[in-house]
């Protein structure tokens, strides 16, 4: 079945620096979701990417739809302290509605 | 503000009782899932339901049942819970229209099985 592998597994930065974590899948995807999930709290629904080569920003974060539809990813810039939490990449392919979650990346931002 | 409602924050359990975790959503989405989530897998899907009465299997459907009498509320079951069930649940409530999607997330219940 598909796979939506997803690296780092933790990312620690100094407040400031950048952070970019990365989604790739065995399979072709129709398009891919991102959530951010806080600690202790529940995954929240950041964006879809649906086309080959999308790009898309909200504020400072920055989404990428790779090409060949098989890759993502989600970078920050200039990292807050709000951003810490762990972000999933959930990937649909086919006719399916059934958004399959990478494991996560976890962000530790040390101010 | 809350769109996707969740019974119990908290449950502890104990082993051989069935257990219900309930999901109530308001925003009239057809599809609804159940994902428990571990430290370091990520969330696995248990059951999915993209209308009244359907359901579909996911990835750990094993030891647990759905039910979806109404659009709006998706239950959980789980026959005789196990140990190896203590974990967070999640419920989630999902539209699919294209340039707009949706798709919101309970606050998740922490079931503890002794």
């Known amino acids: 079945g598909q796979q939506v592998m997803q690296i780092p597994q933790y990312q620690h930065v100094q407040e400031g620096e950048d952070f970019t974590t990365y989604c790739n899948s065995s399979?072709?995807?129709?398009?891919i979701q991102w959530y951010k999930q806080r600690p202790g709290g529940h995954p929240v629904f950041l964006i879809q990417?649906?086309?080959?080569?999308e790009v898309k920003k909200q504020k400072r974060l920055t989404f990428q739809f790779g090409e060949a539809k098989k890759n993502s990813s989600l970078h920050i810039t200039a990292t807050q302290t709000t951003d810490v939490g762990t972000y999933f990449c959930?990937?649909?392919?086919?006719?399916?509605?059934?958004?399959?979650f990478g494991r996560g990346t976890s962000l530790i931002v040390h101010p | 503000d809350v769109k996707v409602t969740q019974s119990s924050r908290y449950l502890v359990k104990r082993t051989g009782e069935k257990v219900f975790l309930e999901c109530v959503q308001d925003?009239?989405?057809?599809?609804m899932f159940w994902y428990r989530q571990d430290p370091g897998l990520g969330l696995r899907l248990i059951y999915f339901?993209?209308?009244?009465?359907?359901?579909e299997k996911g990835d750990i459907p094993e030891g647990y049942s759905v039910s979806r009498e109404k659009k709006e509320r998706f239950s959980l079951i789980l026959e005789s819970a196990s140990t190896n069930q203590t974990s967070m649940y999640l419920c989630?409530?999902?539209?699919?229209?294209?340039?707009?999607?949706?798709?919101?997330f309970g606050q998740g219940t922490r079931l503890t099985v002794v």
């Open positions: 959930a990937g649909l392919s086919g006719g399916s509605y059934i958004p399959t």
């Open positions: 399979t072709t995807l129709s398009n």
């Open positions: 990417l649906v086309k080959s080569g």
């Open positions: 925003m009239d989405h057809e599809n």
């Open positions: 339901s993209y209308d009244v009465k359907m359901k």
């Open positions: 989630a409530s999902m539209k699919w229209w294209v340039g707009d999607t949706e798709a919101f």
